[in-house]
């Protein structure tokens, strides 16, 4: 390490100078340290990780926010891993940056160290064929009959190769299962209560929930590979079809990320604008999930008056921005729709109508005596697990857990307004409701301020330039919690875009929370992380005597009935 | 003239206990709707639309479910000798009929209970275990409900106390009859977003539209159960008055059922266990009191 980089007095925030401080001993191994834009970056050799990671966990106040694995062998001959830490309290990032030789890429896991890690190395193992060692490595994001040694993102395969390399084998399948006779296989989620795919094996007794196993990404539809075949501004759009209710906080987080790398300067009335829509984006998802919610706990008349209510948020973003949903108007450097006066105006008298209506619900929906019943004390989860696991979003905030990137990491307009970040220590089912209600009356309180305050002029950048090989991050605190996307630039597209959503960060804390559950509570629970998932079908046989584990598709259990089971 | 009479009401009163339920369904549909501010079916006929529907479709049972279907034409059958019997406590009150109506509601309630344990489903398995621990307590409550009701209507004699025996005994009993109806709190046997239908989640085409029609005039029996009684023993009417007005009362209450129903979320086993136990120990306890005061 240079004289300079080791000197801690020249990093800008007290966490930081510790950090440097902390690590010092091994100077010999870190080759370097940058510091621009919030970003601290710490180019670490491979064998140090473990003992770096260590001196991070235990200065408390540290999560790790993501980790991106990314194919640089064309550039520099290694993979390198970029562990993304967060400090909240003082808005930096500490982004170890560690490079595995393409000859020999291994390096020891974290996983011990930091909980939150588990499956961002599973998936670079799969994806990259990057190789951790002393843990237990298994088949995470791709299908069961992906080929052996293809690691898609990888950069030899592009993406037309592996639509020739891999064809999901249902066909061969079916005839192996005896379902020649059946037309169509089908593909839905498991579970009825979601109306969206996911995977839960629940252990039970009687009710009781003894334990529970999350099988995930079944579907993987490749978004990060094809970003990194379209331009710099075309990525917005497919960023925006990640999610298909909160897609703005994904194309804001991406814009946000080159705008980082590339150092291009968003003109004050866009920040205003991408902040009013994300606002708008988080009422118009907590008043579904508010809905859903109360749908699960059977309390129809308020599923449908929240959604009632929400049509009008759907409107006013469709009068904003040509769209209710899915609305496109993210560009790197800005946003390509403005809104004018009459807009705005109309705009506040339906968020004054939104308010009202919305407590009129909230006063009625919370004295339904089921209601309060099944929310309070169900779907626990402990300050310390929420910690270890680095949640976000309002299930974190319904742990006591004061995490929120617009206030954290401040970016768009987050800046100009004020807001309290409402925070529950229950960790109960009610108190992630809570959050979320508070949520959208700060909103609302926000959206005033933000129409109040929009100033005039551009509202997208003129031009900018592309320097390749930068790494930028951009985060977006979503209605589920904080959307990370982490970009290293190309020449023409991303080099390397990486995606990170909340449910990624959040559902490993499902199981804990499932502990000890009745059955009844498990829908309630497991929508309480607002999560999103993609498809599977598949039921799994446990047979603890013979300590097999085999997958049944349905169309076998319904012509076999319990005879499929064996 | 009054044999005449009597014998049009019965048959208009067994075709209004056969026909009524799908078309009252069809209107809780509607009120239902009108309170979640939405449009709800096209018609207060889409019930029996439904049913008509479901029963022209192909029959598909389940190997396991194969001789279920034998006992859900059986507790049909035995659904309507009872709607017969609770139509002829009207014209004649018998207390040994009554006996064999409440024996017979619950023995068409057993047979659909077994029926849905043949399901190697574990939806099904856990729906009807929930089914059964409500039913357990519930018919408990039905038995001693009804003896009661039927002693504080006979002895009813404007005084303070007989109006308090009459209160809390029809207060049991159209708890009861609220609870049998298997409405929001207590639809747990096949609480849709936990269960995916439950206990009737193999049902299919005919089969389950035999068992909502049989699920739909069971409610509409549990309901005019304890206004019949009252009717029967406490009004001295011409029989075809007492049908009709029985009728009218059970429709309007069978409606207000419905709109309470609309305004409640669904309960969790352990806690409608609980709470049944607790509500109808203490109303028992009480009339008890009251009477022995």
Known sequence: ???????????????????????????????????????????????????????????GDIYLRTMVASDERSLEGVYKLYYVFGVDREHTNIVLEVALPQEEPRVSTIVDINRASDWYELEAHDMFGIEFLDRKLYRFVLPGDWPEGVHPLRKEYSVPDLMKLYRPKAIEYAKEIGAESIVTI????????LHEPEFFELYIRGEKIIDTRYVGFMVHRGIEKLGENMKYDQVPFLAERICGICGFVHSTSYCQAVENALDIYVPERASFIRSIILEIERIHSHLLWIGVALHLLGYDTGFMH????????????????GSRKTYGINVVGGVRRDIDSDKIKKAIDVLKHVEDEFRKLIEISVNVPQVIARLRGTGILPLGEAKALSLVGPTARGSGLNRDVRRDYPYAA???????????????????????VDEVFESINMLY????????????????????????????????GEVIHVVVTGEYSPYRWRVRAPTYQNLPAVPIMLKDADLADVPLTIASIDPCFSCTDRAIVVNIGSGTIKAIPMEVLSLKGSKAIG | MALIETVAAVIISLFLYILLPPLLDGIERKIRAKIQARYG?????????????????????????????????????????TLYLLTYILVSFDIYILTLVIVLIISAHSLLVFMSTLSSNPFSIIGIFRGLAIDVVNEMGFIVSIPLYYLSVKTFDSSIKSFLLLSLSLLLALMVSYVGSKRLPYDLHEAEPELASGSIIEFSGPMLALYIYLHLIDRYAMVALPIAIGVSTGLSLLPYISLILTHIIAIFVYILFGAIAVLLGRSRIDIAVKTLMLIYSIIITVWIAVKLV
């Open chain 1, 1 to 59: 390490m240079n004289n300079a980089a080791a000197d801690p007095a020249l990093f800008s925030t007290e966490t930081v100078r510790e950090v440097v401080s902390k690590i010092i001993e091994f100077k010999e191994r870190i080759f370097g340290i940058d510091q621009k834009n919030g970003v601290v970056k710490i180019r670490i050799h491979r064998d140090v990780l473990p003992y770096i990671a260590q001196r991070l966990a235990i200065m």
């Open chain 1, 449 to 480: 301020q933000l129409f109040d305050k929009v100033p005039p002029g551009d509202v997208r950048a003129e031009s900018w330039s592309v320097e390749a090989y930068r790494l930028g991050i951009g985060s977006v605190e979503a209605p589920r």
């Open chain 1, 306 to 321: 929240s959604w009632r209510i929400r049509e009008q948020i759907m409107l006013l973003a469709e009068l904003l921005t």
């Open chain 1, 186 to 193: 089908p593909i839905g989620p498991y579970h009825p209560a």
């Open chain 1, 414 to 436: 987050y800046k100009y307004v004020s807001f309290r970040v409402p925070v529950y220590n229950e960790g109960d089912n009610l108190a992630r409701t809570l959050v979320r």
């Open chain 2, 41 to 81: 079916p096209p018609t207060v006929l889409q019930t029996w639309y439904d049913i008509l529907k479901l029963a022209s479709k192909e029959l598909k049972i389940p190997f396991t479910l194969k001789y279920g279907a034998f006992l859900l034409i059986l507790a049909f059958s035995l659904t309507i000798v």
